[in-house]
């Protein structure tokens, strides 16, 4: 809230009117959010234009019509829905990214393909290489990387864009990761946490017989590839299982965690237990090379 | 912001859920703007119901869709638009208020009965005196009184909830008032600085030949029967003139001052200059007792 509060004083400052003048958001997610969330409240609302330059904004964050500050440890508390004027979104600027951040932009890609684009799925598994070595500078897959992404998370967001609908296949990674964010902070991005919370989704599926070994193995294999962490030492059972008691409270008293079914679809699960946690957790560590 | 971090807070312990659980505001206007503006924006907005206690609240801050709070010296700076579940309006609870208070709500009353109701001024004009000692408590005119002033302000904002229109009929008296109030606080209350701009107002308007030399009387005679004050000290040209540029930025680059051209009716203009606002400053000063 201070930086919302220097963005206040800058706008007192300049003298800027209620509707014709613009302001213009140039950064990452966070920057967008905070500069939206000013810009939603600033004389119950001005216009505003956002143009992400990382990945994860290009994807994410830059797209859609949330704002959004964090409090405390509680990720995204106070927030608005606020569409801009517009987005302009240009993969030009990704090119002064280094690979950490590339790998963050994707996984909220990977989250959309597992979701709902088993093409999109195909594409990472063929060009992620590509992708992250490019900088998704590269014409053989980036453009038709990011169209896909952008358009599945549209499709999501368009029909719902006030979330009255809490069962949203783009939460998918989004049911544990925001306290595992918001712990582990600085360390982790955001899209990290929410490969985290993939990984962990996708046991969870693989567990409950929802998906087979080879579907999971596929998932597993891509985040590797994309150069996307597949556990943290806070992930503990009981770290996660009170994670999930936050976020049903964020999701109006259920759970529901979605978790994929197949390439490109889901469904949500209101039963999660600590114990299936416990499992899941202690699989994954297996997983990982020690 | 702070009382809002403040609400935050207690409902981060509470664990509130984020749509199943409405909050209620209890209060006059001021608090029931920091209730909504919080409710707005946790989770990016949580059901919530208010219950305005003071008659300004009752007719003017509890009615509509606006939350807000000051921020330094400039008011309701930020905001949301933000409409609540439901509003229960109950006359008994003014039993409680002071006279002040009292005619602190007859201000925005009687600015409805001078914008759109001419007949709600004549009986603002028979009741005023009897609304005043009987604190709304009178079946006499209490209930056609709050009727008329409520329904007459939200047939004027419901065509434009979002104030698309920046003419407003119902920003008389909030032209110059919003500086005075700010600079003024807490010696003025908001309808006793709302008052004095409507003296403001009606001067301009008889000086401009809008309206004649009775209806500018019955105005001021009203305004001392509801005990609202005309002046303040503070009121200079050259305040009252810079009080009006801030105004502009809040109506994107032109005055709107809504002047009376009858009593239930004004138009708009764009042309108050600071000579102007001395002549009327120094008529005003003429007409108070000293």
Known sequence: MDVVFQVVSALNTFGISRRCEPIIGIGGGVLLDIVGFAASLYRRGIPYIRIPTTLIALVDAGIGVKTGINVGKHKNRLGTYYPPLATLLDRAFLRSLDTKHISNGLAEILKMAIVTDATLFWLLEQYGTILISSKFQDESAAPLVLYRAIHAMLAELQPNLWEQDLNRKVDFGHTFSPALEMQAVPELLHGEAVAIDMAISALLAYHRGLIDIQILDRILCLMKKLQLPLAHSLCTAEFLY????????????????PLPVSLGDVRFFNDITEEELATVVHTLQQLLPS
């Open 242 to 257: 009170e994670a999930l008691q936050d976020t049903i409270l964020h999701r109006d008293g259920s759970q529901r965690v």
